[in-house]
C-alpha cells in the first residue's frame, strides 16, 4: 500500500511539472489584457475601490468561486474548496494614486477626481496594481481550470487601501483569518520599475521596511526680526533639529541595522521680518527590525526637548511629536523557507536566468502585516519585472534612470508583465498544495 501511494504522489507530481503553463496562460491573455486596460483605465483611490471591488467579485464569481465583498472597505474574498488539503491565500492590492498620468500610451487613465480635501486630482495605477489585480485573477483562473492538478482551499484576497497602510489592518480586523479561512500560506506579487518584464526577483527574510510617517510641532517665541534676542526663533530650532536628525541613524543605531530619517516638508514664518511663533516638520521613518523602529521614535522625542531645552523653553512649549499610528505599515518578512520553496517552483517554470535575487528595499508594503497575526502564518512576496525589456537595456547602457512606481510616466509592459505574474503564482501554488 505504501508503494502503491508513493507512486501516485509521484505520477501526480509528474503531471504538474508536465503542465504546459506557458500554453495555457498564453490562451488566456486576450481575456486577461481586456481586464488589465479596463482596471487600468477606470483607477480608484484608496477606500473609493468600490467598483474595483465589484468587478473583481464578478471574475471571481464567473470562475466559481464563493465570493464576500465589502471586506474592511472595498475588499473581496472568495474561497473555492477542491478536496482536504492546505489553505493557499493569494493577494493583490486594489487602490490607485493620486497622479495624473502622462504616459502618452493610448489607454493611459483620464479619470480625475474630487479628494477628500476638496481638490481636483488626476488617478493612475501608478504603482501597478492593475497588473497585482490581474496576475491574480489570471492566477485563479489557472488554477481552476487545472484543478485536477492540486487538492486544498484557494484563497483569493483583494485588498484595498494598501496605499495608505489601512486596508490589510481592516481585512485581519474583520476576521479574515477566523471569518473566511486560516491560510497555511500567504503568496503576494509587486511589480518592479527597475527589473525587465519576464523576470522575477525574490528576497528572503526582510523584503520592505517599516514606514512611520511623523510630525513635529516645533514651538518657539515669535516677534520682530530686527529684535532676535526678544524671541526664541523655531526656525532655528527646527533647522537645529533637522541636523541633529541624522545623527540617530549615523552615531545611535548600529551600522548593521538599517535605518532612514528623512525630513519631507518644513514650513514656518509668513514675512521677511517676523519670527514666527511655529514651524512643522514632516519626517518619514524606515528600518526592518521593530527595535530599531522604536529607538528612532524614542530617539526623535529626545532630541527635539533636549534642543528646546537648550533653547530656554519650558516644557510646555516643547515640540509636539505625532507619530501617525494608523498609517504605520510594519516591515515585510518573507519567510525564508517558503520563499526558497517558491524560488524552486519559479525557476522551474520561469527558467534560472528569469529569476534573481532581490535585496531588501526601504519602500513599505503592508502586505508584511498578513505575516504578523496571532496566526503566525507564513508568507511570500516577490517582484516582477515591469520593464519593457528593449528600453531597460538601453537604460543599463545609457544610465539614464526608469521612471520609478508613483511616476506619472511610468508605463509597464503589462502583456509580459501579466504573462509572467500568471505563470510564477500558479507555479508556486500548484507546489505547494502538493508539498504540504
Known amino acids: 500500500m505504501k508503494k502503491l501511494t508513493l507512486s ?3 505520477l501526480l507530481s509528474a503531471n504538474i511539472h508536465a503542465l504546459d503553463l506557458d500554453k495555457s496562460v498564453q490562451q488566456s491573455l486576450p481575456k486577461l489584457n481586456q481586464l488589465y486596460l479596463h482596471l487600468h483605465q477606470n483607477p480608484e483611490l484608496s477606500y473609493q475601490e468600490e467598483q474595483t471591488g465589484k468587478r473583481l467579485a464578478k471574475e471571481l464569481d464567473q470562475l466559481g468561486f464563493d465570493v464576500t465583498s465589502n471586506v474592511g472597505g472595498f475588499g473581496v474574498v472568495g474561497l473555492y474548496k477542491n478536496g482536504n488539503g492546505p489553505t493557499v491565500m493569494i493577494r493583490a492590492d486594489t487602490d490607485g494614486l493620486p497622479i495624473v498620468e502622462q504616459t502618452g500610451k493610448p ?9 477628500k480635501h476638496n481638490n481636483q486630482v488626476g488617478v493612475m495605477h501608478g504603482c501597478a496594481h492593475d497588473i497585482h489585480m490581474t496576475s491574480m485573477i489570471g492566477s485563479a483562473e489557472q488554477l481552476i481550470k487545472h484543478k485536477d492538478q492540486w487538492q486544498g482551499t484557494l484563497m483569493m484576497v483583494a485588498q484595498p487601501a494598501e496605499e495608505v497602510g489601512g486596508g490589510a489592518k481592516a481585512m485581519i480586523k474583520e476576521g479574515l483569518f477566523k471569518q473566511f479561512a486560516k491560510p497555511d500560506y500567504v503568496l503576494g506579487l509587486h511589480t518592479s520599475a527597475s527589473l525587465p518584464a519576464g523576470q522575477v526577483a525574490i528576497a528572503p527574510g526582510y523584503a520592505l521596511a517599516n514606514v512611520d510617517s511623523v510630525d513635529i510641532s516645533v514651538k518657539g517665541k515669535g516677534g520682530h526680526g530686527a529684535y532676535p534676542h526678544t524671541t526664541i526663533d523655531p526656525v532655528v530650532l527646527a533647522s537645529r533639529i533637522v541636523l541633529g536628525l541624522q545623527t540617530i541613524t549615523s552615531r545611535e543605531i548600529s551600522p548593521l541595522k538599517p535605518s532612514v530619517i528623512t525630513v519631507g516638508s518644513i514650513h514656518g514664518g509668513s514675512k521677511h521680518n517676523i519670527i514666527s511663533n511655529e514651524v512643522k516638520l514632516q519626517l518619514t521613518l524606515r528600518s526592518y527590525d521593530p527595535a530599531v523602529r522604536e529607538q528612532q521614535i524614542a530617539a526623535i522625542k529626545r532630541l527635539t526637548a533636549g534642543i528646546a531645552q537648550s533653547a530656554g523653553l519650558e516644557e510646555s ?49 503592508d502586505f508584511g502585516l498578513f505575516g504578523r497575526t496571532e496566526e503566525n502564518i507564513p508568507i511570500t512576496i516577490f517582484w516582477l519585472g515591469g ?29 509580459l ?13 500548484l507546489d505547494l498544495f502538493k508539498q504540504n
Do not use: C, W
Open 8 to 10: 501516485l504522489a509521484l
Open 107 to 115: 489607454y493611459a487613465s483620464k479619470v480625475k477626481v474630487i479628494d
Open 317 to 365: 512649549l516643547y515640540p509636539e511629536v505625532l507619530v501617525h499610528e494608523s498609517e504605520s505599515i510594519p516591515s515585510t518578512y518573507n519567510n525564508p523557507e517558503l520563499a526558497t520553496r517558491m524560488t524552486k517552483s519559479i525557476k522551474q517554470e520561469l527558467g534560472d536566468s528569469q529569476v534573481v535575487k532581490a535585496e531588501p528595499v526601504m519602500a513599505g508594503e
Open 387 to 415: 520593464v519593457e525589456p528593449s528600453s531597460y537595456q538601453a537604460a543599463m547602457k545609457t544610465g539614464e534612470p526608469l521612471p520609478s512606481l508613483h511616476s506619472s510616466k511610468f508605463a509597464p509592459d503589462y502583456e
Open 417 to 429: 508583465a501579466v504573462h509572467t505574474g500568471v505563470r510564477a503564482m500558479t507555479a508556486s501554488a
